[in-house]
């Protein structure tokens, strides 16, 4: 196991990452709202998280990742106000709810594939697991930490020794979540508590309820990822994952709930990815100012170029999108596969030993609070080292592991299609030394059936004083 150093946005500090159990990580990410396409700032959000996986399993921690799926209960502030997300979604496609939900979670990970982000090890749908809801709900009622007030259940903040506040965020990014709280709910006994669960609430047009001890109702949304995560992962949580957004109030949230339900500290380590902006700020759904993945496709990049951008920074560092920032990240990412492309693996043997040394001055660089920009800088290394062409290849191979940018795989495909023409050339001047024999022997039937042959390839020839020329249509 090698040393990984993670910045704690509960501890507001960089701290060497020590798991609960040696050897394995549970992990837990904040899943999708799957009311419409995921947006490339959802996606930064997800790749970075990818990376911090990946990373862990490349030091050689066992990790097992669970994300669940918000297809309930989000509203539109984070403030226990507005429309059901997914409600909103179903009226505007005229569809159910769970048919949005089914449309859009697939989208997100075939989007996630495109990216190689990896399939978690358990993916959970927030409306499977009513039943947990309810049972830590009604704990929290006995233990006194949620009080029942105009047909909901709240949490009581009043009741906590300290109501944890990630506080070290952009007030920016905070007063999203405030901004949007102002419409205050009158049955809230104290400013910062939250629904645990909705019944006799204003959103009549909910399409899924379910009974309950307090009324047939649904999930509030900070709830759901409490119990999936303890659920899958138990009692102490190694990493909770989200967006900068997320901070508060749903992680606040998620911490003040699970802990007065545990009884002790739950999630050691808190990893926030800041947010990819345009010129107008933050990326999000409900401005419906997005950029999705297919986009990106249709206008003709490669979705790893948009994870190669998005490497080439620090997760706790905003971002900002525009074409020419991408158009830089193509012309870089090309440029560093046709590097790739141009080692040869005949050259020599892999040296293990020199490969393993490379292995570990990685992870120390990008085991630094996860800095993949390094770990980008690292291939460039390679290339410019003093190493036989096998082990240059093994070792980017192996950085790859971590920064998922099919390396190999792409230098693969430039190959064989820088070696296309070449083939396809060879067949031509053959046909073309055939026709100049053909019109030798004046056979010009036979010598016009290779010219259409030829144009029947997309080959178009001229006859010249020095000889024929031929061209690609
Ligand atoms: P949602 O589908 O809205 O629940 O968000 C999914 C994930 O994307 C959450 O972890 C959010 O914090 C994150 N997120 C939302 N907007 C952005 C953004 N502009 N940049 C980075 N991450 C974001
Ligand atoms: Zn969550």
Not at 25 to 37: A, D, K, L, Q, W
Not at 109 to 117: A, G, P, S, T, Y
Not at 133 to 150: N, P, R, T
Not at 284 to 295: I, Q
Request: charged content about 25%; some cysteine.
């Amino acid at each position: 196991m090698k040393t990984i150093y993670l910045y704690n946005s509960a501890s507001h500090k960089k701290e060497e990452f020590i798991p609960n159990e040696p050897g394995r990580v549970s992990m837990y990410t904040c899943g999708p709202t799957v009311y419409h396409f995921a947006h490339i700032g959802n996606l930064r959000s997800y790749i970075m998280e990818d990376a911090l996986e990946k990373l862990l399993r490349y030091a050689g921690y066992d990790v097992k990742r669970v994300m669940n799926i918000t297809d309930v209960g989000h509203l539109a502030s984070d403030a226990d106000t507005g429309e059901d997300k997914m409600v909103k979604g179903a009226q505007r496609e005229h569809k159910t709810v769970m048919e949005i939900a089914k449309f859009y979670t697939d989208a997100f990970f075939d989007d996630c594939r495109k990216l190689n982000i990896k399939y978690p090890d358990v993916v959970q749908p927030a409306t499977g697991m009513i039943g947990e809801y309810i049972k830590v709900i009604s704990s929290l009622m006995d233990k006194g930490y949620a009080y029942f007030a105009g047909g909901n259940v709240y949490f009581d903040t009043s009741k906590l020794a300290k109501y944890y506040v990630f506080n070290d965020h952009d007030e920016e990014d905070l007063a999203v979540g405030v901004r949007e709280g102002v419409e205050e709910d009158a049955n809230k006994r104290n400013k910062n508590d939250f629904v645990l669960w909705f019944t006799k609430s204003k959103f009549e047009d909910q399409a899924l309820k379910w009974d309950s001890p307090w009324g047939v109702g649904y999930p509030g949304w900070h709830i759901e990822c409490s119990c999936i995560s303890m659920k899958y992962l138990g009692e102490h949580l190694d990493i909770h994952c989200g967006g900068i957004d997320n901070a508060f109030p749903h992680h606040t949230n998620e911490i003040a709930q699970s802990e007065a339900y545990l009884g002790h500290p739950w999630c050691k380590y808190w990893m926030h990815v800041h947010h990819l902006n345009t010129s107008h700020g933050k990326m999000s759904k409900s401005s419906g100012e997005f950029l999705t993945v297919s986009l990106l496709e249709e206008k003709g990049y490669d979705p790893l170029v948009y994870r190669f951008f998005c490497l080439q920074s620090h997760y706790r560092k905003g971002l900002v999108f525009s074409w020419e920032n991408l158009d830089n990240a193509r012309a870089a990412y090309d440029k560093l596969i046709a590097r790739v492309a141009a080692l040869d693996p005949a050259d020599g043997a892999v040296d293990s030993e020199t490969a393993a040394a490379w292995k570990d001055k990685f992870v120390e660089a990008v085991g630094n609070d996860l800095n993949t920009s390094l770990g980008v800088t690292a291939l460039y290394d390679v290339l410019k080292a003093d190493l036989n062409g096998a082990t240059k290849l093994a070792v980017l191979d192996s950085f790859d592991q971590v920064l998922g940018l099919d390396l190999l795989k792409k230098a693969a495909a430039l190959r064989e299609q820088q070696a296309a023409p070449a083939e396809g050339a060879e067949e031509i001047e053959a046909l073309i030394a055939k026709r100049l024999e053909a019109k030798r022997a004046k056979d010009w039937a036979a010598a016009d059936a290779i010219r259409d042959q030829l144009k029947a390839m997309g080959v178009e020839i001229k006859d010249t004083k020095e000889g024929t020329t031929w061209t690609r249509a």
